[in-house]
Every structure is written in structure tokens, then in C-alpha cells.
């Protein structure tokens, strides 16, 4: 093949010289890797966040720092449930916050990175 030689690239109506379709081809190849590589910390990220939301048990209270009596919302109301101590404005704010801590009864959602 001669540098001259025109070849077909697929996202492109009309032939082109064979070294300008090698560098599009490289340069569309590099973008698709960036987004690749986006894509993935976005997973990841997307990840850790519903790991988050499922177990409560590595969570941080940000109102009292406990880390021992934080749970997800449903396992909190039943253990408030359990000590009589379930409300309607607790019921109603473990609705809105996917978390809880017991030690002072205060539900939030935790802040996600």
C-alpha cells in the first residue's frame, strides 16, 4: 500500500489518506479508554455507595460519632420498635435518611465521595 491510498473509515462518509485514518483510529481508541476508564470509576464509585446504603455497620454517626450503634434505617425502626421508642417523627425521618444511629437517635444519609 502507498501512502497515498485512500481506505474507508466507518464513521466517515467519504475515503481518507491511510496515515489520517490510522491517527483517527488511534485517537478514537485512546477517547474510547478514557471513557472506559471513567465509566469504571463511576461503577466503582456507584458501588461502594450501595455497599454503603446496605450495611450500616461500617458507617460513622455525624451527629455523635458513634460507629457501633448505626443501622439502616429499617433495621433502626425495628430496634427502636423493640425499645418502645418508635414515633411518628422517627418513622417519619428514618423514611426520608437510609441510616440511623441508636445512641442518639438521630437518622441521616450519609455523604457519598
Not at 9 to 23: G, H, Q, R
Not at 64 to 69: Q, T, V
Amino acid at each position: 500500500m502507498s501512502e497515498s491510498e485512500k481506505v474507508n473509515v466507518p464513521w466517515i462518509d467519504e475515503p481518507v489518506e491511510l496515515s489520517e485514518a490510522v491517527e483517527m483510529i488511534a485517537q478514537a481508541d485512546e477517547d474510547d479508554e478514557d471513557a472506559i476508564q471513567d465509566l469504571a470509576a463511576r461503577v466503582d464509585r456507584l458501588e461502594r455507595r450501595i455497599a454503603t446504603l446496605e450495611d450500616g455497620s461500617s458507617i460513622e454517626c455525624p451527629s455523635c460519632d458513634s460507629e457501633d450503634a448505626v443501622y439502616k434505617a429499617g433495621v433502626g425502626a425495628a430496634i427502636l420498635a423493640s425499645l418502645d421508642a418508635l414515633s411518628d417523627a422517627n418513622a417519619d425521618a428514618l423514611n426520608r435518611d437510609s441510616h440511623v444511629c441508636i445512641d442518639c437517635r438521630k437518622s441521616f444519609t450519609p455523604a457519598f465521595d
